[in-house]
Structure formats: structure tokens, C-alpha cells
């Protein structure tokens, strides 16, 4: 009942010495491992404990960040007529919806007798009115 000599035990913080703390970061750095292989192959705990390695240790230059812009969407790299087929789908999605509210309004103005849309557009005709008035 002894133990096998390749069982991989859990190390705790005490145990990383100096020299492999730069034996972990030259092999990042030198890119023989990611510093998540690191972790697993050696059985480092902690998630960020190879990143602050690096960052005290490595010859990387960490104080200044890298900023990469996120490109804005697919949008940005479609053909003008992928653009057009799509502001077209977008249309009909949109004159869809317009129908489906429509028909909301006609039901609700038939079965309980309201009148939304007078209304409606009575307050938007005579807040634009004042708005125009004011500029």
C-alpha cells in the first residue's frame, strides 16, 4: 500500500522556490508552455499566481496596457450589397412588428372602446407643435 511516486500532489505556497518560479517564467516566456500548462503540469493552484511570476520576474514590459480596439461588428466588414440585403431584412422585420402593433391597437379599440391612436397622435401633433414654437 505505498504511494505511487508520479501521483501529482497539490502544492502549496511555501513550496515554490525562487529558481522555479524563473525556471516556470523562462519557459513561458520562451514560449515552451502557456502559463495555464504551467499551472497544470507543475500543480500550481492558484489562477493568477504564473501571471504575477511573470510580471515580477519576466523580461516582459507589463506596465503599460495594450489596447486593441474591438471592431465594431460583422457590419463593419460586409460588401455594400450584404448591407443592403440586410437593412432590407431589417426593414421587413420592422414594418412586420409595425403591422402586429397596429392590429393590437385595432382590437383593443374595437373590444373596449378606447381610442389610442387619437390620442396618441393628437399628444404627438401638439407636443411637436410646442417644441417648434419654443425653437
Do not use: C
Request: proline share 2%; hydrophobic share 30%.
Amino acid at each position: 500500500m505505498g504511494t505511487s511516486s508520479n501521483t501529482k500532489r497539490k502544492r502549496t505556497q511555501r513550496d515554490y522556490t525562487m529558481g522555479f518560479k524563473l525556471q516556470i517564467v523562462m519557459a513561458v516566456e520562451k514560449g515552451d508552455m502557456t502559463y495555464k500548462q504551467a499551472q497544470k503540469i507543475y500543480g500550481i493552484q492558484g489562477r493568477s499566481t504564473v501571471l504575477t511570476w511573470l510580471r515580477k520576474h519576466g523580461k516582459m514590459d507589463w506596465s503599460t496596457k495594450v489596447r486593441r480596439p474591438m471592431s465594431k461588428s460583422p457590419k463593419a466588414k460586409e460588401t455594400p450589397a450584404q448591407t443592403i440585403k440586410r437593412l432590407e431584412r431589417e426593414l421587413e422585420d420592422e414594418q412586420l412588428k409595425n403591422r402586429l402593433l397596429n392590429t393590437v391597437v385595432d382590437i383593443l379599440d374595437a373590444e373596449h372602446g378606447m381610442s389610442l391612436r387619437k390620442k396618441y397622435i393628437a399628444k404627438e401633433r401638439d407636443a411637436f407643435k410646442l417644441k417648434k414654437k419654443s425653437v
